[in-house]
Structures are given as structure tokens and as C-alpha cells.
């Protein structure tokens, strides 16, 4: 594994707030905004399953992999702030005919990926794999930012920006976007707002992505957290406000609050904003699948607790007939499907699917 870093979009937005405008925003909040706003986090802590069900999907979308040393890149030339670290799994003496970008989920990391980058390295070195950070999560380099997406548009930016960097080093290889849960949201939402042109990647690989709110969850509650989110966009809440205590199984030997506490990418708040837009991209799920024209592995856990496999499968069938899609369902593994217990037998899958991209095979 190697570390590095990418000049990300030079025109996303800026972070919202300097810290001397945070503190007055918060003591705002406190004093007078947050009268209306605890009454709100009150009645949701009080709500039954339907909000805590909500508050999973938007909350409990990441790898949150486990615990690691974060490995610190020197800063490079540019923007303060719009520079990502990223990391890559590429084999000395091959060069990849396939290389895959990873974009790993919410509360998560670049990190999250080592176990399918060393697995590539093992048994299909002809596979390179790089991962980068998100912006707004753990590891963006702007603390204040971290928690926080000024617009859904910045992560779109940023993966078509390091995706021409990887293209730029490996002209010749196919480039597959693999994105896991909220990493799959952000895949497909950027293919769907992608610019006129060729394909922006020539395969994509969604790994649990949450395709739909669950049935218990009213279809009003999504309007309250836009309701929320525009009118106090930078107020932030934490994970454990929302849940109201409750876990969810991640893996077959985890749970989510015991594998983030440990992380150093953690994120302890986040703003309604952020809520917000996470609320958005798993609405417009279904719209970005009937958009699809390069091949597409959508991998699923059935002990997932996000989505069943029923949901996922509805999400297939709305990829148009003419683009080649590989659907996989694991009926023992959970969310966290690169942490799974039996993970070397969706990895192997997946190098299944990768060899018949690279030889032009996959069929509808």
C-alpha cells in the first residue's frame, strides 16, 4: 500500500464558517435557535423504530472499518484544504489493465479498502486499486469542514478530478468506480450528473448500496429532514442523539458504535446539511440506475439491515436492458461487506467480474 495525495476541484465551495463565525453561530443556537431545534431532537429521540430506522440509514452509512495508524501525507502544492490524501494498492512489476477507484462510505476511510487492495495484490495483480479521502469526512484536511458537504456536487467534482489522475497514470487500463454504501451513492449520483462526453468510468461496482428508505420509515419523515436541514443547515447533532442509543449489526462480529469510537477518522457531529443531503441521494437512487450504460456488479448483504434483497432487486431491474449488470446476494453477510466474514469469497467474485470486464465479455 502507498499513500499520496490529489489536488482536488479547485472550485468547490469553501469551508462554511471560520471558527470565530462557528462560536457565535453556536452560541446563537444555544441561546436561541436550539429552544425550537431540542424540542425537535426531543420528539425525534421519542419517535419509534420508523425515525431510529431513518437515522441508521443516514447515519450508519460507512465502512467505519476497524481501528488503524492513519498514515499522514506531506501537504502538496495548492489550495490549502483542497488537497486529499489517498492510497494505492498497485503491484510493483505488473502494470494494471484495470484499475479500480475505491470511494469508501460515511464515517469512513481510504483505509477501508485494504483488505480487497491486498487481495488484488495476492491473486490478481493485474487489478490496481487507489482509494481517497472524502471530502467533509474524518480525514479532510480542513477540521471545521469534517462532518459538513457544502453541496453533493463537490464529491461529484472531486471523483472526476481524481479519476483523471488516474487515467493520466494508467492511460491504457480500464477504470471501474467501486463504491461502498455511501461510496455507491456517491458512484451513482456521479455518473448521473456526469458531463456530456464519454463514460466517466468504464464499469461500476456498488457494494450495500442503500437503494430506498425502509417500508417502516413514513413517507413524511424524509420531508421533516429536509425541513431540518434548510433551516438550520450548520447545526450539527451527534450520531448517538439520533439513534437514541440503539446498534446495528454491521458484520457478523461487530457493531457500529463499537468499531467508530475506535477509528481516528471518528466524526463525533454532523450538520443537518449533511443529513440532508445523504436524505437526497438515497431518494434519487432509483433515477441514477436507469441512467447506467457501462457494466454494473451490484454486490448485497441479506442480513444488510438497510436494505432487503428485495429492495436491491428493484433497484437492478430499473438499469436499462441494454447495459450489462451482474447482481451477487450474500445471505449470511451484513453491511460492511470488505469486513465480512467470508469476504474472500465476494472477492473472488469480484475478480470473476473484473476478468471478464477486462476481456470485453460481459454480457446483458
Known sequence: MSPGVFPAFQNARPPPCGRAFCVLARRWIERCALVGICETVAVIRNFPLPWLAL???????????????PVYHPKAAGAKGETFGYRKWIAEQTEPDVVLIGIHGFCGASI???????????????TGLYAYELRGQGSDPIHARRGDIGSTRDWYQDLFAFTQLVRERHPDAKVVWFGESMGALIAAHAW?????????????????????????????TPGLVQ?????????RVSLETLSGGHEVQMTQSSVHGEQVKKNPYHVEQH????????????????????????PVLVLHGGQDFFNNDSDVRGFVARIPEQTSITYRNYPAAYHLLMYDDKRETIFRD????LNRLRRDRLDN
Open 192 to 220: 448521473r450528473e456526469s458531463p456530456p462526453g464519454p463514460p466517466p468510468c468504464d464499469g461500476l461496482v456498488l457494494s450495500s448500496p442503500i437503494v430506498r428508505f425502509r417500508d417502516d420509515i413514513p413517507a413524511w
Open 350 to 353: 469480484v475478480c470473476r467480474w
Open 55 to 69: 437515522a441508521a440509514c443516514l447515519f450508519w452509512l460507512g465502512g467505519c472499518g476497524p481501528a488503524y495508524t
Open 112 to 126: 477501508d479498502y485494504e483488505n480487497l487492495g491486498n487481495y488484488f495484490l495476492e491473486h490478481q495483480s493485474r
Open 271 to 294: 450538520t443537518l446539511r449533511m443529513i440532508g443531503a445523504l436524505s437526497r441521494l438515497i431518494t434519487g437512487m432509483n433515477d441514477c440506475a436507469a441512467t447506467f450504460q457501462a
Open 227 to 235: 425541513i431540518a436541514a434548510t433551516t438550520l443547515p450548520l447545526a
